[in-house]
């Protein structure tokens, strides 16, 4: 079953909910964006999505990548969809003009990337992990590295990676140990070994441009010692550089990714930015790489959903325990039946919150980035920092939970390859891994982003929630109540978490996982209650039923009845502290 693109739902949370065309109209960006552009840009987008990923999806997922001779090589049409791709100047979007990009809002990116992720996720890494070389080099490039290798990616020649984890370190990078030293002619000599490194080794384009965390020899322990370096495959003069493959990952998912271990052995490399700085040009790239993580777990949500949505329509199995609803056939469809509804509204509740949370972070980055002034910019920059986390942590968790549930209505038939939703789920379960784990999420946003911020921005972000709350109409008063009780709870149950961690630090790290999904049921809530009421608003007056805005006014309502009640699970997990976790001796976990 191929993707339909969701054109409908992504316009109506883009323009209507999200006020997308005064956004844009408000920005100190390069090049002015309007309506008429963006159908454009999402139109065709979406036929690239569901006229050339799509179909090479399962292809992807079947034959995986192979390592000969040194070489990877990408499954059957990768190649020639990148090549469309490239010609098509999607790589550039909204790089900045001087060096051949396109020069539109980042939050553009955001979106077309959600349909290529819906249509198929492995090959959209590719692409996906240049977007972060782009932002590093935009942001801490010399002149001489964005003439020389921005310009490439953004014409899409060349494609890029970060290279952060090694054998022995993860997400603790102060533990890296590949090494970097300088040479007499002013570049550095690059050696060490780097594992999952996504898109790090392919046949789709002429040159990949490796960004490498790596330790110089008198450079201090821990981050503070850390250099961010661009070690390119082949070097300017076209001879191969001391970058060799030394293993695809054999993984659970996104086979068409080509997930390396890669060994630079004395390799060519340019510093970027000053010495021992490279944690800075490394957010720079992570943060960015979290909101599109993010992304992906709304994309494979939104795919499992179409599927499973199909099957339940079209799967006879038993009668309606309300009498028969389709009394000429043999048996009713499975959408008849409860639990199948169950499972289907909360695919859809999590698939369009999910996406409207996502758009809301991309436009905030937008302003961060091209506010009309310091302030909004400076405002813009602190809501980013508190969502993010949330984004990544939570909207990957609900994606991969709807991708199962896609496996469910499925029933039997979920489980063999053939049906392609068992592939959702697979390719979904890294999403809550890579750039950061759920873990690591909520430990940056109770620890950094609340915490240590006396709250700013959660605090603003409740003040925007209950001024919902009071402007919602007589009819949707029904959602009014639990949004303001939730702003309440939230807030008390924050600085009772700060009181606990001045006693105990461990408090913080006991509670981050629940407080990070707590948050992100209460961010649905509200974006939830923002669309429910711009539907209800473009309902008013109809002569016709809009079944889609009734959908969604339906759909919050389900939301805040079945799905936010979630949050009283995370609310008494957090009120239970620490002392259950940490008094347990490390041997008593033994049970053999």
């Known amino acids: 079953m191929d993707i339909t693109p969701p054109l409908r739902d992504m316009k109506f949370v883009l323009f209507d909910v999200l ?75 909204s790089g900045e003009t001087t060096y051949g990009g396109q020069g539109l809002p980042e939050s553009l990116s955001v979106v077309v990337e959600d349909l ?38 953004l014409s899409g020649e060349w494609t ?21 030293e300088a040479a007499a002619d002013g570049t550095y000599r690059v050696s060490g070994t780097k594992i999952f490194i996504s898109a790090g080794d392919h046949d789709m384009a002429n040159n990949i441009v ?10 201090p322990q821990g981050t503070r010692g850390v250099s961010l370096i661009i070690v390119p495959k082949f070097n300017l003069d076209g001879t191969r550089n001391g970058v060799s493959t030394g293993a695809i990952e054999e993984k659970m998912g996104i086979h068409g ?14 510093m ?45 199995q038993m009668r309606s325990l309300s009498g028969p609803k389709q009394p000429d056939k043999p048996a009713d469809p499975i959408i ?98 890579y750039e950061g784990t759920t873990g690591i999420q909520g430990l940056d946003l109770l620890g950094r982003k609340v915490l240590m911020t006396q709250g700013k921005a959660l605090l603003a972000f409740a003040q925007e929630i209950n001024e919902l709350a009071n402007e919602l109409p007589a009819e949707l008063t029904d959602l009014a109540q639990p949004l303001l009780d939730l702003t309440a709870q ?37 974006i939830w209650a923002k669309m429910a009421a711009e539907a209800h608003a473009q309902s008013a007056g109809q002569t016709e039923p809009d079944h889609y805005l009734a959908g969604k006014i339906a759909t919050a309502r389900f939301y805040f009845s079945r799905l936010l009640p979630r949050t009283a699970a995370h609310f008494a997990a957090i009120n239970a502290g620490a002392e259950p976790l940490m008094t347990i001796e490390d041997a008593w976990f033994d049970h053999i």
């Not at 192979?66 to 070489?71: F, P, T, V, Y």
């Not at 890029?160 to 370190?169: A, V």
């Not at 859809?348 to 310091?374: F, M, Q, S």
Request: hydrophobic content about 40%; overall charge negative.
């Open 19 to 93: 006020r997308g065309e005064q956004h844009y109209d408000s920005l100190n960006a390069e090049q002015e964006v309007g309506r008429e552009l963006i159908d454009a840009i999402l139109d065709e987008a979406a036929r690239f999505a569901s006229g050339e990923l799509a179909p090479i999806n399962a292809v992807g997922d079947r034959d995986g990548c192979k390592l000969i001779d040194g070489q990877v090589t990408t499954p059957a049409g990768f190649k020639e969809a990148y090549k469309l791709f490239a010609e098509g100047g999607w790589a550039g979007l």
């Open 116 to 153: 290529f992720s819906q249509a198929n996720i492995a090959w959209s890494m590719y692409p996906g992990l240049s977007r972060g070389a782009i932002e590093a080099l935009e942001a801490h490039g010399s002149e001489e590295q964005k003439q020389t290798f921005l310009t490439k990616l």
């Open 272 to 316: 970027v930015g000053e010495p021992n700085s490279g944690m800075r040009s490394m957010f720079t790239m992570m943060n960015g790489a979290r909101l599109v993580v993010g992304l992906q777990g709304v994309a494979l949500a939104e795919a499992a959903y179409q599927k499973s949505l199909s099957y339940a329509r079209e799967r006879l």
């Open 336 to 433: 008849v039946h409860p639990d199948v509804r169950r499972m289907l509204l909360t695919q859809k509740a999590l698939v369009e919150g999910g996406r409207a949370l996502v758009y809301l972070g991309a436009l905030t980055a937008d302003r961060a980035l091209h506010g009309a002034d310091e302030e909004e910019r400076a405002l813009a920059d602190e809501r980013l920092d508190f969502l993010t986390p949330i984004i990544k942590g939570f909207l990957t968790e609900a994606g991969f939970e709807s991708a199962n549930l896609g496996v469910q209505v499925f029933g039997g038939h979920g489980f063999i390859w053939e049906t392609g939703i068992e592939q959702h789920v697979r390719d979904a379960r890294i999403t809550t891994i």
């Open 257 to 270: 990714n080509a997930t390396c271990v890669l060994n630079f052995d004395d390799a060519t490399g340019y």
């Open 210 to 219: 490796h960004l490498v965390l790596a330790r110089l020899p008198d450079a």
């Open 160 to 180: 890029g990676t970060m290279c952060l984890t090694e054998p022995h370190c993860g997400s603790d990078v102060g533990l890296l140990r590949t090494r970097a």
């Open 490 to 526: 939230w807030g008390e149950m924050t600085m009772s978490l700060g009181g606990k961690a001045m006693q105990n630090p461990d408090e913080v790290g006991a509670a981050s996982v629940d407080y990070l999904m707590y948050c992100g049921y209460a961010c649905l809530a509200f």
